[in-house]
């Protein structure tokens, strides 16, 4: 493991290299002004949104939703990374995932704005030329034009290079006539800006294209019947000779899969956002409802199995948060970065959201899956009541199921996740192969029993999560020796890879989280954060020497097997910690 602690502006490296708590970015650290954004969203969420969430998912008014994003768009939330010369507010990069997290809580509504505010807006602002971002940026900020993004196909999906959508050059070379079918297009009912992807003649990738409503040749199906989000607006669209100008082509020929790539990139990260803010309305529902609902004279918050679903509810969100805001602010510094040295603002921005696509694939995964376990034990601490449609867990229930699958399912982000880190080792931007066999030399070796434990605040769990760093090393690196080219093929291996790796980035970020609160506030004042670090950081534990057996035991054995397990043990070792204690005191402290 590297000794020099500093910032490094690369995307993975957390695996190799050590972070200085003060350069890390927490909540905490949003300034007053950003705090007033985010109360203009929460205050707009429930004088507009939350009163008439039942009106919105029976979409018997067609014009609501859009009538909606239209009052959303008068506040300027439409415009929050679209730079002020084209109507917008051009935020920085954590801010606007701060205002994601917020209007997360806003169920249909929030997919709604996501979509046109994300991948429906972004491709313009980042691929588009001068003349296209003054003709579509300042109308969509607005939202006087409302945004949606196709994609899908009925044969392409994850495999999104795979569509067959077709793009022909007119007789007169002036348009280029666009034909194929696109499904599961969020806002496609009523959007009047559509960005496509198409593939011209036989070109092995895709373009985009800009598709205006009004050009002609769209026709789509009725809205589909969904588990849940039902009040967001999704349809099949069909284009037929849709004619489209060629100067509505996005970016260059056969850049369209790459366009679709990086704006994939930031809408993961947007989501990890957004669950966190559905994940924290749940939580504040639970715990109200936990105290409000008495069953043998007593409240049930009073309940041990009840602490015990608070508390994980609460730890959970808090990790994914520490987490996601810690990585938004690496994009940021990224792209600044890039910028001083010379690169052009736009070229920079996505250059700095790319050199991170491994956390953003991570957090896409763990905030996702935290919000699917905060609804599932909100509905269990409503007991009856969570089943019913009257209570709010029954749609918040069904609203988070889509977060698995959207901006590409868990599983290939999972997969994402460690075949990147792998082609960056591959390419020498970081050096795992290094460190890697460094921590097998120190498996081989006698464990210095007689090592002094570590001092100062937290510097027990710093060393513990370096631990779980040469645990994925070791067994990573076992693997790469193993398999080779191979390990790509091999799916559940780089599913269990992906676990470790996932739960180092969230508990590390954790702990980096209260060492950095504990200096700014005092050791004293953050007993809470102390204690959800050492609860996440005992159960993360506990799921990296799982998913680092499960991996070994897939491709190696003998003494070699026998070794590793040796090895997986010592790096996964841990104390005992009275679990039921600490998420008492959590429960506690949340009041």
């Known amino acids: 493991m590297s000794e020099t602690i500093n910032k490094k502006l690369i995307g993975g490296s957390f695996i190799v290299s050590p972070t200085d708590f003060s350069q890390v970015f927490i909540p905490e650290d949003f300034n007053e002004e950003q705090r007033m954004i985010a109360a203009t969203c929460e205050e707009f969420l429930q004088k507009e ?3 008439r969430l039942d009106e919105i998912d029976s979409q018997k008014d067609p014009e609501l939703m859009p009538a909606l994003m239209d009052k959303a768009g008068e506040l300027g939330l439409l415009g929050t990374s679209v730079p002020a010369e084209y109507g917008g507010f051009g935020m920085d990069f954590n801010t606007s995932m701060l205002v994601a997290e917020v209007i997360g809580g806003g169920h249909s509504f929030a997919v709604a704005l996501s979509a046109h505010t994300g991948i429906g807006t972004l491709p313009i602002v980042y691929y588009g030329n001068n003349e296209q971002k003054a003709k579509y940026l300042p109308k969509l900020a607005s939202g006087e034009w409302k945004a949606a993004y196709c994609l899908t196909e009925p044969d392409s999906g994850s495999d999104a290079n795979s569509g067959k959508t077709k793009a022909v050059l007119s007789a007169d070379g002036k348009n280029y006539l666009i034909t194929g079918q696109k499904m599961w297009i969020t806002n496609g009912g009523f959007a009047d800006i559509f960005i496509v992807f198409a593939k011209i003649e036989q070109d092995k990738n895709l373009t985009g294209f800009i598709i205006e409503k009004s050009f002609g040749g769209i026709t789509m199906n009725e809205e589909e019947h969904k588990m849940g989000i039902k009040g967001s607006s999704t349809r099949q669209i069909f284009f037929n000779d849709c004619p489209v100008p060629v100067e509505n082509m996005l970016s260059t020929r056969e850049n369209g899969f790459k366009i ?3 704006i994939l990139n930031i809408g993961r990260i947007k989501l990890a956002a957004a669950a966190i803010g559905a994940s924290k309305k749940v939580n504040q529902l639970s715990l109200q409802y ?3 609902r008495k069953q043998f004279g007593v409240s049930i918050e009073t309940f041990g199995a009840i602490k015990f679903k608070l508390a994980e509810q609460h730890v959970k969100t808090f990790v994914s ?3 996601t805001y810690r990585a938004g602010q ?6 600044n970065e890039l910028i001083a040295g010379g690169m052009d603002e736009i070229q920079a921005k996505l250059k700095g959201v790319e050199q991170f696509a491994i956390e953003c694939a991570i957090l896409k995964v763990h905030a996702s899956e935290t919000l699917d376990y905060v609804v599932d034990e909100g509905v269990q601490i409503y007991g009856g009541m969570g089943y019913s449609a009257d209570a709010p867990m029954e749609r918040a229930y069904r609203d988070s199921r889509i977060n698995r699958i959207f901006e590409g399912t868990n599983e290939i982000n999972r997969l994402l996740s460690v075949g990147t880190l792998l082609k960056k080792a591959m ?3 970081i050096d795992l192969i290094g460190p890697a066999m460094k921590i097998q030399q120190e498996v081989m070796s006698i464990p210095d029993f007689g090592a002094a434990e570590p001092e100062g605040f937290m510097a027990k769990e710093t060393k513990q999560v370096n631990q779980l760093k040469k645990a994925f090393l070791l067994v990573s690196g076992a693997a790469v020796q193993k398999l080779m080219t191979r390990i790509e093929e091999e799916q559940e291996i780089m599913m269990f890879l992906a676990d470790m790796l996932i739960e180092i980035y969230a508990v590390e970020s954790t702990l980096l989280r209260t060492q950095k609160l504990a200096a700014k506030t005092g050791e004293e004042a953050v007993a809470l954060e102390l204690n959800i670090t050492k609860l996440y950081l005992h159960t993360s534990t506990e799921k990296i ?16 097997l026998k070794m590793m397990m040796l090895g997986l043990k010592r790096f996964t070792k841990q104390d005992p910690i009275n679990v039921t204690h600490l998420r008492r005191e959590i429960v506690k402290a949340l009041g």
């Open 427 to 429: 390419k020498g931007e």
């Open 321 to 323: 948060e520490s987490a």
């Open 49 to 51: 949104i939350l009163i």
């Open 260 to 262: 679709a790539v990086n």
């Open 330 to 335: 690496d994009i940021e510094d990224k792209q």
């Open 545 to 560: 020497a799982y998913c680092g057996r499960q991996a070994l035991e897939s491709f190696a054995e003998g003494d070699e």
């Open 290 to 292: 936990a105290k409000e």
